[in-house]
Structure formats: C-alpha cells, structure tokens
C-alpha cells in the first residue's frame, strides 16, 4: 500500500498567517492527489484534487502544488474558518490511501 | 443540488453484519462512482472501497476482502455498504461519498455512527 505521511501532524497559527502542509507519498502518485478539510462531527469538504486544482466553491487562499511523491497545500493567509483538520488521499493506486491528518490549531 | 443522505446510527453485537445505505439526489446516480471511507474515533479518514458505475466494478481495500460488499440500486439511486463479522475494532463513522472521474471525492454523506459492542 502506498503511505502518506503529512508533516505536520499539528500547527498553530494566527489568524493571517501563511501555512503549508506537507504530503509525501511512499511511492509516486503522479498528480492524483486531493486534499480535504475536515471540522468536528462534520464529514469532510475537498479543497483540492488532481494536485493543484482548486475545487468549485474554495476559497482561492487554498492552493495545492507538487507532483512525484512530493505536495503541500497552501492556505495563503489564514481565516478563523480555516482552523480545522487537512488530509491528503492519493488515488493513484489501490488501495486509495489518506495521510493521518493535519491539525490546524488558534496560536 | 447534490445531496447524500446516509441511513441513520447503528449498533451491533459482535460478529453480526451492518447494512449502511447513501440515496443519491440531484444528480444522475449513474454517471459518478459511489466510495465508503470510515473514521474510528478520534482517528484519520480509512479508505474501504468504491463502486464504478461507468465500469460497472468494484474495488475494494485488501484490509476489508471478504467482508465487505458495495452494492447499488439505480432504479432508487441508493448504494449500499454491508460490512460482515464485526468487531469492536468496526466502531466508527462511516461515511459514503461521491466520486466524480479523477477529481476525488467531491460530495460527502452525513456519516453514519456505527457502534459494535456486547
């Protein structure tokens, strides 16, 4: 199975701030990957797929980069509504597989 | 606008099987695939396995083989995950969610709470 590991697991930030996340894949993905947000008790939202695709609705401070085995996800200049969980998932290979999560806390 | 809607909480005794459906609307159910991902408490998104309309297939994850099926009924746009010998290990939320081509998971169900105990 192809591991993501996100890095990092938790992050705290200030309203304003830019942040990034990273995925590394065990394997390459090509570009098959997405990103999603997830808040407590609420199922999860796509960001981003294919990458760096920006989907319909997002925000445009979201922004996705990288291909191979290397991808962050860029929140440009963070808003309280950000503060959340991010996951990356590869679907590139099965089984499809979602990194563990990044927490992004209130600093 | 596209909604799914998931069958409500559950609990089961250990050893026993779940049936969680997701019913489809405001879209042609089958032209986009169906997933189910599960999310154990206080834990990350686990991937289970997608039913392909286009292909007419099923994949599902290798930790899952033998257990758990994917099933669909276009005829009421509603997909089905039964998920077979429970363990308390199976206690999560489950969630079903739209796949639309290679752009991911574009639209997700509510969850369905799923609690295997004795």
């Known amino acids: 199975d192809i591991q993501m590991t996100q890095s990092p697991s938790t992050l705290s930030a200030s309203v304003g701030d830019r942040v990034t996340i990273t995925c590394r894949a065990s394997?390459?993905?090509?570009?098959?990957l997405a990103w999603y947000q997830q808040k407590p008790g609420k199922a999860p939202e796509l960001l981003i797929y294919?990458?760096?695709d920006l989907e319909s609705g997002v925000p445009s401070r979201f922004s996705g980069s990288g291909s191979g085995t290397e991808f962050t996800l860029t929140i440009a200049r963070l808003q309280p509504d950000d503060f959340a969980t991010y996951y990356c998932?590869?679907?590139?290979?099965?089984?499809?597989?979602f990194g563990q999560g990044t927490k992004v806390e209130i600093k | 606008q596209v909604l799914l809607v998931q069958s409500g909480a559950d609990v089961k005794k250990p050893g026993a099987s779940v049936t969680v459906s997701c019913k489809a609307s405001?879209?042609?159910?089958?032209?986009?695939?169906l997933t189910w991902v599960r999310q154990a408490p206080g834990q990350g998104l686990e991937w289970m396995g997608w039913?392909?309309?286009?292909?007419?297939?099923?994949h599902y994850s290798q930790k899952f083989q033998g257990r758990l099926t994917v099933t669909s009924d276009t005829s009421t746009s509603t997909a089905y995950m039964e998920l077979r010998s429970l363990t308390s290990d199976d206690t999560a939320v489950y969630y079903c969610?739209?796949?639309?081509?290679?752009?991911?998971?574009?639209?997700w169900g509510q969850g369905t709470l799923v609690t295997v105990s004795s």
């Open positions: 998932q590869q679907y590139n290979t099965y089984p499809w597989t």
């Open positions: 405001g879209y042609t159910f089958s032209n986009f695939g």
């Open positions: 039913i392909s309309f286009h292909k007419g297939d099923t």
């Open positions: 969610a739209r796949v639309w081509g290679l752009r991911g998971f574009d639209y």
């Open positions: 394997q390459t993905i090509n570009t098959w």
């Open positions: 294919k990458a760096s």
